[in-house]
């Protein structure tokens, strides 16, 4: 498949659950990013990561944890949620360019619901 | 930090008629503003992005126009066809390499028949 791809599309968790939310990129990209999309709100940052580094933290709560094992995958693991959490969880990926922004290209989602 | 306002929330224009959907960004630092379009449970997709050392990008019926003195940018789709119905979102970078995007809040945008 190409392009980048996330798993899985849907989730239901509780609030005691541990789950991991999966991305993957066929771009070659270097960079790779995690955004929050609720209703009513602007697709909120949550976490960069650029040559396997985390290079911003958007003030997420700990229960997010971000894992960066290689330039082609992303994962978010996840524990403890609040029923607010519940959301659109968007990966996205670019190629990096010092001093240039560069286009970002974004994933399929995982709607997450926490009951 | 960036932060991005996006005007109309909600946008409706005659089909054939042009639509005009504005962001204005408040760091000066910022370089890169792309626009995306967001279907209905698709993702969101990239649709034309303009830097700061450029004035006016266009793309076929896309159009984005930058003033980097006023700190705002402007998507202008002409010849509006029911296929551009959708909600579109601006952003902006620093510029910093891996930038994340800072998102505005989207405009609905829907093409009457």
């Known amino acids: 498949e190409t392009g980048v791809t996330q798993t899985p599309r849907h989730l239901v968790m509780g609030m005691t659950n541990k789950k991991s939310l999966k991305c993957e990129q066929h771009?070659?990209?270097?960079?790779m990013y995690w955004y929050k999309q609720s209703a009513k709100k602007p697709l909120e940052l949550m976490f960069v990561?650029?040559?396997?580094?985390?290079?911003e933290n958007n003030s997420v709560p700990s229960r997010f944890s971000p894992e960066c094992p290689n330039s082609s995958h992303l994962f978010l693991h996840l524990h403890t949620l609040q029923p607010e959490d519940s959301a659109l969880y968007l990966c996205?990926?670019?190629?990096?360019?010092?001093?240039?922004?560069?286009?970002?290209?974004f994933g399929p989602g995982t709607r997450l619901t926490v009951l | 930090g960036e932060n991005v306002e996006q005007h109309p929330s909600t946008l409706s224009v005659q089909e054939g008629d042009s639509a005009v959907i504005k962001c204005t960004y408040s760091?000066?630092?910022?370089?890169?503003f792309p626009w995306y379009k967001q279907e209905l449970g698709k993702r969101p997709q990239l649709i034309i992005d303009i830097r700061s050392n450029v004035g006016e990008k266009k793309d076929q019926r896309i159009a984005v126009t930058l003033n980097k003195t006023a700190k705002h940018f402007s998507l202008h789709i002409t010849e509006t066809q029911p296929e551009d119905s959708a909600v579109y979102f601006c952003a902006a970078s620093g510029g910093g390499g891996a930038d994340g995007l800072t998102f505005g809040k989207g405009t609905h945008l829907i093409i009457q028949p």
């Open positions: 990561y650029s040559l396997e580094e985390r290079v």
């Open positions: 760091d000066s630092a910022s370089n890169y």
């Open positions: 771009l070659g990209h270097n960079a």
């Open positions: 996205a990926s670019s190629q990096e360019s010092a001093g240039l922004g560069r286009a970002q290209y």
